[in-house]
């Protein structure tokens, strides 16, 4: 028996070295494919096609958000840059200013450093290889966290499943017993009704067997119950056998529900209309937890 997995899912994770101490949560909710929406700071930017490249090692399926914080802890990971060019061009206009208008030019250095783009703060050159080394890990310890959530979940799901599906053979059963005796009783209440109608006079017992015989074609669910129990059986063993079965199980849910359908529009007795209805209950149940699993 393979781990089955629920789409939904939860890892945090936090990795660091002596120059910078990164943080990634994973949560996830159910979808149809793999939908990975990454919040990070754009320093980060550059990592993006390998990030996703590593979360698919972990993950098939899912509507997945992944949270990244990064911290630089060194002391150098900015530096002082001084850009003379643009400080001559804010002095060749002040002394311009200065003759146009006949005014002391009385500017100073510590007056002039003060104007914009003089100085800036540029980050160090970016250590691509020590940020990637300390970012995969706490990915990798973030999304094995988030496999074990939805492995747990997952088995909590098979287990349901399983309850469910029996649960559903046992109503199964119940219509397969149930639809002789609906023939019987028909017949007893027609033949009932023919003597209460003739009196003395024979009853034309050809005529009688062919009209139970045309009710009971018109009632006869054997082949729907006969692919629904093995629909049901299907789903059974793909849960025991688990890995990545969400898409398949969709499609035999899909496939139990018609049979469900033909199933109760054939019926003709309340008891097995009420089974019916049961039965496209408890379908439905199990179609939704089935959206859940990868």
Request: hydrophobic residues 35%; glycine residues 4%.
């Amino acid at each position: 028996m393979s781990d089955i997995k629920s789409m939904t899912g939860f890892g945090r994770f936090e990795a660091s070295d002596e120059s910078r101490k990164v943080t990634v949560e994973i949560k996830s909710v159910n979808h149809r494919y793999l939908d990975v929406n990454i919040k990070m700071p754009k320093k980060l930017n550059f990592f993006d096609s390998s990030i996703r490249n590593l979360l698919k090692e972990y993950m098939q399926r899912g509507k997945v958000d992944l949270f990244i914080t990064y911290e630089d802890t060194s002391d150098n990971n900015v530096s002082v840059a001084y850009h003379p060019e643009i400080a001559a061009e804010y002095l060749k206009y002040l002394n311009q200013m200065s003759e146009e208008f006949g005014i002391e030019n009385d500017v100073r250095v510590s007056t002039l450093s003060r104007y914009p783009e003089i100085f800036t703060l540029d980050d160090v050159e970016i250590d691509e290889e020590g940020i990637w080394k300390v970012l995969e890990k706490a990915i990798r310890g973030a999304s094995e966290l988030f496999v074990q959530t939805r492995i747990k979940e997952g088995e909590n799901l098979r287990n349901d499943l399983i309850s469910k599906l029996d649960g559903m053979l046992e109503i199964v059963a119940f219509i397969e017993e149930r639809s002789p005796q609906i023939i019987e009783e028909y017949k007893a209440g027609l033949v009932q009704r023919i003597e209460e109608m003739l009196g003395d006079a024979k009853m034309d017992e050809a005529r009688v067997l062919q009209e139970v015989t045309i009710f009971a074609d018109k009632i006869c669910v054997d082949e729907e119950l006969v692919r629904l129990r093995s629909h049901i059986e299907t789903v059974k063993d793909t849960l025991r056998a688990g890995g990545s079965i969400g898409r398949k199980l969709d499609f035999l849910a899909q496939e139990m529900n018609r049979e469900a359908n033909t199933i109760l529009s054939k019926a003709n007795d309340l008891e097995v209309s009420n089974k019916g209805v049961e039965l496209k209950t408890e379908i439905e149940k199990v179609r939704e937890q089935i959206q859940n699993i990868e």
